[in-house]
């Protein structure tokens, strides 16, 4: 059987083909059962050619989340202030940060403490980068009205971190203080990046 050879544009819909059946995978069967012939299978391909784009599932999962991530960011933040017509307020930052934890939104409620570990091992996206994850937060903060200028990066990026991890963990917590426990988290967040009283 000759071996099919697809062109530019072929290999970048089969690639978002696949992106886009990750994160349902997700949502129903987590990581672990979201195995490389299940996301092949619902992308209408075969196995073997998922191997084309990434080496294995941690490659393909950090690629997951960056997609996902870009493909979210316009439902997270507004229009009119991606294009720097208006800048987002607390109530907004906050319902962003929120969208973090949000099973209908994000990919890291489906994941667990251990998912996350074996990514940071397989790659390195997830390794802690304070100049990379300062770069990251200079630019969410440009889309911030009444935005701190003595921002503590370092802190922001540990305790958006502790937030995904704490949506990560939620079986292991107690589900009556969940809710409270995120919102604890985010306006601490919010208290470091905007200014006092706004």
Do not use: C
């Amino acid at each position: 059987m000759p071996v099919r050879v697809f062109d530019k544009d072929e290999k970048e819909i089969l690639r978002i083909k696949m992106l886009d059946a990750g994160f349902p995978l997700l949502k129903e069967y987590g990581v672990i059962h979201t195995s490389v012939a299940r996301i092949a299978k619902t992308a209408g391909i075969g196995t073997s050619t998922f191997y084309n784009f990434w080496q294995n599932k941690e490659e393909y999962l950090t690629d997951l989340i960056r997609y996902h991530r870009q493909k979210m960011l316009p439902v997270m933040i507004s229009e009119d202030v991606l294009a720097h017509k208006r800048k987002m307020s607390r109530r907004e930052v906050k319902k962003l940060f929120r969208s973090l934890v949000d099973e209908d939104v994000s990919i890291y409620p489906h994941m667990t403490l251990e998912d996350e570990f074996k990514l940071v091992k397989a790659t390195e996206e997830f390794t802690p980068d304070l100049a990379k994850e300062t770069a990251i937060a200079t630019a969410l903060i440009s889309y911030i009205d009444n935005a701190r200028e003595d921002i503590d990066y370092g802190l922001v990026a540990n305790l958006t971190k502790l937030l995904a991890i704490t949506a990560e963990s939620k079986d292991e917590l107690h589900a009556s203080s969940y809710e409270a426990t995120l919102d604890v988290i985010i306006e601490k967040i919010l208290n470091l990046i905007i200014k006092e009283g706004f």
